[in-house]
């Protein structure tokens, strides 16, 4: 191949490549809802996980003052 032709397909490929890379703002858009859901998402799943933990405290508490009770009835 001739030099000429080498340098025209390398051209053609840079402009492909440009191409390829531009993004419109219905792009941009989708990826920034997308972002947000991720984000939101994400929240809400530590949001669940934090309630399970304070469930949990709560649950450990109770049962102390169960054995609690259970100990000053059995001394009595």
Do not use: C, P
């Amino acid at each position: 191949m001739s030099s000429d032709k080498l340098s025209i397909i390398k051209i053609n490929n840079r402009k492909t490549k440009m191409q390829t890379n531009k993004k419109t703002i219905a792009d941009e858009m989708f990826e920034s809802a997308n972002a947000i859901h991720k984000v939101s998402r994400t929240g809400q799943l530590y949001g669940q996980l934090l309630a399970i933990k304070d469930m949990q405290i709560h649950l450990l508490e109770q049962e102390k003052k169960l054995k609690e009770k259970i100990e000053s009835e059995e001394r009595v």
